[in-house]
């Protein structure tokens, strides 16, 4: 099984070293990787895939291409594909939180990544298009695609998405024209998966707070699974809702309990100025947030802590995910449910333009950052260049460009 998914396996491979610009960016990447040059997927399925993901707690692009995995090969190649998709950034950023004293991260992510975050919005600019011709294509899909554009781009909060989703759904369920063409086959639902789930939650809570009461040698690590397997099971909106989660548990917490703090704010902030320029989830702050807490133990444990909280934070959403998307499927033959999946792919085409208007309105204003975005655009639409040499070519412009 594993000789015949090696084509696969190597795309996602490199998906995972060129997928720059966060879940809306990573999804443009995942267009033309596995939908136009593979194949492997439909524009229609992976816009389904997407939709269901923002309705989940934990990294969407992550259980987006975990799911495409899944579909292609079940839940061993996904499992295997989640791995190689976290695996580089991941290390890169347990890397970062040793070598954060010692190198001028801010002079990096500058300089060799200058045209990233332009070139970024050429990619979300070319998802949402592709996505335009098999989701909006009638007067309410249009409507609902520009209302979630113009709410998201003046009400960016995590709450926003799953609302809009579930607002577009009952929207398009007005219309009494569309029923599932066919019956499929009932998915087995495993339940397993989400016994697993709350079985750890409630042994990682109940480990972690004898460790703390009873100082336990290394409690430390107890503690920091359990603190991020519960980000991964409540955060909704992508890495960005992490980011206050994490300032209160490792920043403000201890010093309100009047100790020092397990790392400082402007430590935090760095991390994640880091992992904005690194293709890749988003969530892979987490594994620099848990070397540099474990970091007082030594190199060893700084490497367990790293470890420690990157499986903490993945895996309670991989488990809800392999649990509810058999109920999912099951569900959606339903008539509601089936004509919800209109809004729900027309309200996330606006999703993605609206991310693309907010990510570009947060660089600085040069026409260089247009020009990039109109290129990269181009090339997408236009050639059939890879999109990782795409990638590549921005980056060593940034590079030549400063030197």
């Known amino acids: 099984m594993l000789l015949r998914h090696l084509p696969f396996l190597k795309s996602v491979l490199t998906y995972s070293f060129t997928a720059f610009g966060g879940p809306q960016g990573h999804l443009g990447m995942m267009t033309r990787t596995f939908v136009n040059d593979r194949k492997d997927v439909s524009e229609e399925e992976l816009l389904e895939y997407n939709a269901f993901c923002q309705m989940l707690p934990g990294p969407s692009s992550t259980q987006t291409v975990t799911l495409i995995a899944y579909k292609r090969g079940g839940v061993p190649l996904a499992l295997l594909t989640l791995l190689l998709w976290i695996l580089p950034a991941a290390t890169i950023m347990c890397a970062f939180s040793f070598l954060i004293y010692y190198i001028d991260v801010k002079d990096i992510s500058t300089n060799l990544f200058k045209y990233i975050q332009p070139m970024s919005v050429g990619f979300i600019g070319y998802a949402a298009i592709k996505m335009m011709k098999s989701s909006v294509r009638h007067v309410a899909t249009w409507a609902i695609m520009i209302g979630c554009m113009i709410v998201t781009i003046f009400l960016q909060f995590p709450w926003v998405f799953p609302l809009l989703l579930i607002l577009a759904g009952i929207i398009s369920n007005f219309s009494n024209k569309r029923i599932p063409d066919t019956k499929e086959k009932r998915k087995p639902?495993?339940?397993m998966n989400l016994w697993i789930f709350?079985?750890?939650f409630i042994v990682a809570g109940v480990v972690s707070q004898l460790a703390r009461l009873y100082n336990l040698p290394n409690a430390r690590a107890f503690n920091l699974f359990e603190n991020f397997y519960r980000f991964g099971s409540i955060v909704?909106?992508?890495?960005?809702?992490?980011m206050p989660m994490m300032l209160f548990q490792f920043v403000n917490h201890p010093i309100?309990?009047?100790v020092d703090p397990l790392l400082t704010?402007?430590?935090?902030?760095?991390g994640f100025g880091v992992v904005q320029a690194l293709p890749g989830p988003v969530f892979s702050i987490c594994s620099y947030v848990g070397g540099m807490v474990?970091?007082?133990?030594g190199a060893t444990w700084q490497v367990v802590g790293c470890i420690v909280a990157t499986v903490g934070v993945f895996l309670p959403s991989t488990l809800l995910l392999f649990f509810l998307f058999p109920v999912y499927q099951n569900l959606r033959q339903y008539v509601v449910i089936y004509r919800a999946l209109e809004g729900i792919n027309?309200?996330?085409?606006g999703i993605i333009w609206a991310s693309g208007v907010v990510l570009f309105q947060?660089?600085?204003?040069e026409w260089t950052n247009v020009v990039v975005v109109l290129i990269t655009l181009s090339m997408l639409l236009f050639t059939r260049i890879p999109a990782p040499l795409i990638v590549v070519g921005w980056l060593l412009m940034g590079w030549a460009m400063n030197m």
Do not use: C, D, H
Request: glycine fraction near 14%.
């Open 189 to 191: 639902v495993r339940w």
């Open 236 to 242: 909704f909106g992508g890495g960005q809702a992490l």
């Open 362 to 365: 947060s660089m600085e204003f």
């Open 294 to 297: 474990m970091s007082s133990y």
């Open 256 to 258: 309100n309990l009047g």
């Open 198 to 200: 709350v079985a750890i």
């Open 265 to 270: 704010g402007e430590q935090l902030l760095t």
């Open 346 to 349: 027309a309200a996330i085409v």
